[in-house]
């Protein structure tokens, strides 16, 4: 009887039509996309000043329904800017969860802040919300002056960052009650989920600012770009300034109020991001078929599909199963890379990584269950004629 391996490779090729290296994912660029930078080239206008910025941060807010969106280089760049607003200083401490792309850590720690970790939920792979109450629970106090503080380190306990894994939306309604009851900026790290929604609320809109991304593996692509979205408009004030260098508006003198950030997105991957924008929508019917074909597929088999949690809409990023154990898991990864579909395991929780050892954390029983079974299989819009991307 052929293997569990010997059935999916050939199940993965026959729905993506080729015998060649099937990747990950990789982005859809066609012939609008090509025109739309050509227009940036040729206006000249290919920094972040130009109408392409600010059609694309347009296109973005309207799409996900948030009142503003500010373009920037990337996701880490649109997650720091997040955590420098909710006023992360030195010394404090930021709750995340450990099962998470190392940049929600690193932007953490570009503030001199540390990571707390809180575990997650094996039905969104997110943030679980009784986790992060129980943590604060037994380490937390609130402080007459409204301030949450590590009771047994004395740090403030600045915000809370939780993740939509895959772009699976996790419960962040709940998340934000405790946040609110504790008196901790909630920022989502929707860097994956455009496009999904929660109870018909698109994530990243639930928390006082949330940071997106549109590196080359993500649904849409600005080939590196991001952004932070806010229903403030002060706030999105703040972001612009913040991240044009503080820089305050003069004809002709240079004169800035703060320490700022060259963050701010260059015009010709705002022109990119336009032509993506536009056909988001069939690029996510595509990505729904095809996470559609994968349940179907793998419902004849013992092994458990990653699907969209009751209540939501994901976009179906990267699609994933569970493997039995550690072992299995590696070994399905090392068949499947050898015989040219590409792979790949969910990142090393982030409190086994040396610099994230040290930091403090709750009982992560979940997040090691799932890092040592989470498979990702090629999840791209299928028909693309993109180029090959090997990011993540």
Not at 65 to 76: I, P
């Amino acid at each position: 009887m052929p293997s569990f391996t010997d059935q999916l490779i050939p199940f993965i090729r026959d729905l993506y039509g080729t015998d060649a290296f099937i990747p990950l994912h990789v982005p859809t660029i066609g012939e609008l996309e090509k025109r739309r930078v050509m227009e940036t080239l040729e206006s000249g206008m290919v920094s972040s000043v130009g109408e392409h910025v600010q059609e694309f941060e347009k296109r973005v807010a309207d799409f996900t329904g948030a009142g503003s969106a500010v373009g920037v280089v990337n996701g880490t760049a649109a997650l720091h800017t997040c955590l420098v607003l909710a006023g992360v200083e030195p010394g404090d401490e930021v709750i995340t969860q450990s099962l998470t792309f190392v940049a929600t850590c690193n932007a953490i720690s570009y503030q001199g802040a540390s990571p707390v970790f809180v575990d997650v939920e094996r039905e969104t792979l997110g943030m679980c919300p009784d986790a992060l109450r129980a943590f604060l629970e037994e380490n937390a106090v609130r402080g007459d002056d409204g301030l949450c503080r590590n009771r047994h380190t004395g740090n403030v306990v600045r915000a809370c960052v939780p993740m939509h894994t895959f772009g699976h939306p996790l419960r962040i309604r709940e998340v934000a009650e405790v946040c609110l009851e504790w008196g901790i900026r909630l920022i989502e790290d929707a860097a994956e989920s455009l496009g999904s929604l929660r109870d018909s609320v698109h994530t990243g809109n639930t928390g006082w600012v949330s940071a997106l991304s549109f590196n080359g593996n993500k649904t849409i692509t600005t080939g590196g770009g991001g952004m932070v979205l806010t229903s403030d408009e002060e706030v999105a004030r703040t972001v612009r300034h913040l991240t044009t260098t503080a820089k305050k508006p003069h004809s002709y003198l240079y004169h800035h109020d703060r320490v700022g950030y060259n963050y701010r997105l260059p015009a010709i991957n705002a022109a990119l991001g336009c032509a993506q924008m536009e056909q988001l929508p069939d690029m996510l019917a595509n990505k729904r078929e095809t996470a559609g074909a994968y349940r179907e597929w793998f419902a004849e088999t013992e092994y458990a599909f990653l699907d969209e949690p009751e209540g939501c809409r994901s976009n179906f990023w990267l699609n994933a199963f569970l493997c039995r154990d550690r072992a299995e898991r590696d070994r399905i990864l090392e068949e499947t890379n050898a015989a040219g579909v590409m792979t790949r395991p969910i990142w090393e929780p982030m409190h086994t990584l040396p610099m994230f050892r040290d930091c403090a954390r709750g009982p992560m029983e979940v997040t090691e269950w799932l890092g040592d079974r989470v498979v990702n299989i090629p999840s791209s819009v299928r028909g693309t004629r993109g180029k090959t991307n090997v990011e993540h």
